[in-house]
Every structure is written in structure tokens, then in C-alpha cells.
């Protein structure tokens, strides 16, 4: 087989920090690799590497041959290399939301992420091939701010794999996907393997395509294993976590009569209805997964509870949302944590990472992304103990942007504790965590529940759940279809 990238002795220093190697790797066309490994193993540095994004240390030898010579530098193959992500979507849904899915898929010509050239005919008929071959013909014709995560992957997917790439780079591609929109990208993801050689990275067993047979285990930015398909099965599977978090202080209990209300709510953006007439309560003593496909009004019904948007005005009047035994919004603010993609992303986008972990937890008592100000020696205390509790006690001074994925996680748990809240809201917070990690966190949100904290975990994944979940509210197309105790639910689940 043609080698595509051969890597020799490979190695990426950042900030005097060995990121990945040394290691040795060749991708040989046809040859379909899933890249596997924990938070912090290299996987994004190496798909950064293969992408030309990162230039490799000296002493080390990167070639790239797509057939017409080897050449050790990427210039003129760019174009040549697809790349999709989950957090490529970020930049639609904040800075162009009313482009459209055709536009982005056609943008994939030309490695941008909007369209800035007039495509020729033939690019055009290009992307109506990938737009046939996907079957995303509404998608196409729609705007990117009114798709949910799922459509947007399959625009991103096809604007990947437009330009016929050599190698198409996939970096946690169904990462915050449905069970529904997994299986559908998964069947495009094998499609794509027709077409051009894939490498894939995942943290579940599910989320790698029947056409990749290969493997690569990565570890402190090693190659530990390169072998079979089973290798990152194996890898990838359920292990006990090398970590133990501190035992979380119980709190007093909460003294309100309701945490939480809504009545006859809806939400309505861009003309499109988000959520109809919701009507929910949470009481003291009561700990919600709200489980739904994407698209369902997940993550709009966490931004209600804290005010990020506002209730519809309907013929009837406006929804009312009371928080915290009717307290008003100034008073609820401070008191309600929040763990989100989004949040974690803001730190990303606003800060680059330039932020320690200490800092970070202490923003959380000021409610601001990073500190806007000298910090109290009580957020400091407060601080430093709960990235304690979070098993992160002597990574305080770290930057964000030195720590792994799921590191960086737990802080954002620390920094949604530290300021002693009523309510503590989970958007997804187990999306993007390898094995470990996962099963870290739900002994973390397990023994905060024991600890006393009420809690409104919101996931795709119903093997998410923590044993102290004992209500579910399910939604679809922004309707409730069943609120209930989790024994009314798994019953229901049973009777079909």
C-alpha cells in the first residue's frame, strides 16, 4: 500500500512540555485507523501533526506522498486533508448562524470555514454529488443557527469530504450526538471510507465506523499498541478510574419549598418554536436526567433556568419560571452552578486557555469568564479545596491549556461548587471523557448528590445516569413525553 504520512521519530514540545513522542507512524491509503487513548494521551496533537497544523520538533522527519513525490512540508496539500470536530461547530452557531448548510459544505474547497470564492460548476456539482450521496438535501438549503448538533456534523462531514481528500481527520466526531444521530454518521462515516482513508478518534466503543479495522493506542503521547480493530475496543472499554476524589462535606439541608418552576413556558427563536408549554417542577430531594434527541430543547431549558433567554410571549401571556422558592433572578444567579460545553468553550475562545485552574475555580464566585479582579483569601481557601475534592489539589497553578480534556472537566465542576449553590446544573458533562474519566465524574456527581446538592443532569446517554437520579424529564421536538420517577420511566421503558 502507498504510504500517504510517514512519521519518524516525531516529537512536539510546547512551552518546554513533550506533548507527543517520540514515535514512528505511517498511514497507508485504503487503511482505516482509530486512534484511541485517555484525555491528555496526544490524540488532537497527533491529528494536528498529520494535519500540518503543528510543526514537529527537530530530529524528527514528517513526509507526505499523495503520488506525485515525497515532500515534507504540507504546502499545496492542505486542501488534500479534510478535517471535522465537535468544536468546529462552535464557530457557526456563534459568529454566522444564518449560513447556509450548502455554503459550508462548499467552503470545504477552499479550507475556510464560511465562503469567501465564487465556487466553479464543477465544485458545484461536487457538493450536489456529497449533498445526493448524504442525502442532507434540506440541510443544505437551511441555516446553520437552526440545525441541531447532529445536522450540523453531517454538513460538517460533507464539507470534509467535498474537495475528495487523500485523508479525512476525525477528531471525536460523534461526540455530543444522539443515539439517532450517532447510528446516521456512522453509516456516512462508512460511506466516507469508500472514498478516502479515515483516522478516527472516539471514547466509546460505539463511536468508531465498521469500515476501520486498524488501531493506535495512545499514551503520554505515545504509541503504546498499533495493531487490529479489537485493540481500541479494548482500550476504549469501561475501566475503574486511576483517580480518588476527596470525600465531598455534606450541606445543609436545602429549606425552600421548590427549586425550581415552570408553567405553560415555550421558547421561540428565529420564528421557530424550541419549546412548547412546558410545565415542570423540582422539588427539594430530587436529583433530573433530561434525556432527549439533539434538537430536543436540552440545553434551551437549562438556559431558561438561568435566564439566558426568555420565556414567549404566547395569546395567553408569558410562561412563568420561578427559581429557588421564588426568589428573583439577582438572588437565583449566584446560587445556581453550571458545568456546559459552552462555558468550558467561552474559556477557550475569550481566554485561550491563558488561565490557571485556581483562577478558573475562582471566577466561579464571581461568575465571570476569568478574573476580573484580586480575588479574597476565602475564594482562595475555597478554591484550593475543591480542586482538592476533584482530585486536582496540586495542579492549582496549572494553565488550562496544559491540562488534559478531562482535567480541564473537573475544574469546571470545582469552579460550579466553590460558591456553596442551591441548584447545580450538568450540560452533558461526561461528553469528550475517555473511560476513566467518565466513570471519575459520576463518582463525583454521586457524591455530591450524597453530600446534599440537588442536581439537573442533562445527557444524551441514559447509561449517564448516576444512581442518585431519581426523576427524568424527556423531551422531543421541545415537547415533555414523560416526567416521572426513574422507576415510572424504566417501567415505560419496558412496557415500549
Known amino acids: 500500500m502507498q504510504p500517504l504520512i510517514s512519521l519518524t521519530n516525531v516529537s512536539v514540545t510546547r512551552d518546554g512540555r513533550r506533548l507527543l513522542g517520540p514515535l514512528s507512524f505511517t498511514l497507508e491509503a485504503g487503511r482505516h485507523v482509530a486512534l484511541a487513548g485517555s484525555n491528555g494521551a496526544g490524540k488532537t496533537t497527533f491529528l494536528r501533526v498529520l494535519h500540518g497544523d503543528i510543526l514537529p520538533d527537530g530530529g524528527g522527519q514528517r513526509v507526505y506522498d499523495f503520488g506525485n513525490g515525497p515532500q515534507r512540508t504540507v504546502l499545496g496539500l492542505r486542501q488534500r486533508i479534510g478535517l471535522v470536530s465537535a468544536d468546529m461547530q462552535d464557530f457557526y452557531f456563534l459568529h454566522t448562524p444564518h449560513i447556509s448548510g450548502r455554503n459550508v459544505i462548499l467552503a470545504g474547497f477552499f479550507d475556510t ?85 479515515l483516522v478516527h478518534t472516539a471514547h466509546r466503543i460505539g463511536d468508531i465506523p465498521d469500515c476501520i479495522g486498524n488501531a493506535v493506542v495512545l499514551k503520554d503521547g505515545r504509541i503504546t499498541v498499533s495493531g487490529q480493530r479489537d485493540v481500541a475496543l479494548e482500550e476504549l472499554s469501561v475501566v475503574a478510574p486511576e483517580r480518588v476524589a476527596c470525600d465531598i462535606p455534606a450541606t445543609s439541608p436545602v429549606e425552600m419549598e421548590y427549586l425550581l418552576r415552570m408553567r405553560h413556558v415555550s421558547v421561540v427563536t428565529d420564528g421557530v418554536r424550541i419549546l412548547h408549554d412546558i410545565n415542570w417542577q423540582v422539588l427539594p430531594g430530587e436529583n433530573w436526567a433530561v434525556l432527549g434527541d439533539n434538537g430536543a430543547g436540552k440545553s434551551t431549558l437549562l438556559k431558561l433556568i438561568v435566564s439566558e433567554i426568555s420565556p414567549y410571549a404566547d395569546d395567553d401571556g408569558v410562561g412563568v419560571i420561578e427559581r429557588l422558592g421564588g426568589v428573583t433572578m439577582d438572588r437565583a444567579r449566584p446560587r445556581i452552578g453550571v458545568v456546559s460545553p459552552d462555558l468550558q468553550a467561552s474559556y477557550a475562545r475569550e481566554l485561550g486557555w491563558e488561565v490557571t485552574a485556581e483562577e478558573t475555580v475562582m471566577s466561579g464566585y464571581r461568575g465571570s469568564v476569568g478574573m476580573l479582579d484580586e480575588p479574597t483569601s476565602e475564594e482562595k481557601i475555597g478554591a484550593a479545596q475543591w480542586l482538592e475534592r476533584v482530585g486536582l489539589g496540586d495542579l492549582g497553578t496549572r494553565r488550562l491549556r496544559h491540562m488534559s480534556y478531562g482535567q480541564q472537566r473537573r475544574v469546571f465542576l470545582a469552579r460550579a461548587m466553590a460558591p456553596g449553590p442551591d441548584l447545580l446544573l450538568l450540560d452533558e458533562p461526561l461528553s469528550g471523557l475517555d473511560a476513566s474519566s467518565r466513570v471519575f465524574m459520576q463518582g463525583l456527581m454521586q457524591s455530591l448528590a450524597d453530600s446534599g446538592i440537588p442536581i439537573i443532569l442533562v445527557t444524551h446517554h441514559v447509561e449517564d445516569r448516576f444512581a442518585a437520579v431519581n426523576r427524568v424529564l424527556v423531551l422531543e421536538e421541545g415537547r415533555q413525553r414523560f416526567c416521572g420517577t426513574r422507576d415510572e420511566y424504566e417501567m415505560a421503558l419496558v412496557m415500549g
Open 113 to 197: 470555514p464560511i465562503l469567501y470564492d465564487v465556487p466553479s460548476a464543477e465544485q458545484e456539482r461536487a457538493a450536489d454529488e456529497v449533498i445526493e450521496l448524504f442525502g442532507i438535501h434540506d440541510l443544505a438549503e437551511s441555516e446553520m443557527g437552526t440545525m441541531s448538533t447532529g445536522q450540523v456534523r453531517k454538513v460538517l462531514l460533507a464539507r470534509g469530504l467535498v474537495p475528495n481528500p487523500v485523508i479525512l481527520l476525525l477528531d471525536e466526531s460523534l461526540d455530543g450526538l444522539d443515539v439517532l444521530s450517532r447510528a446516521e454518521v456512522l453509516s456516512l462515516l462508512d460511506k466516507a471510507g469508500d472514498r478516502t482513508t
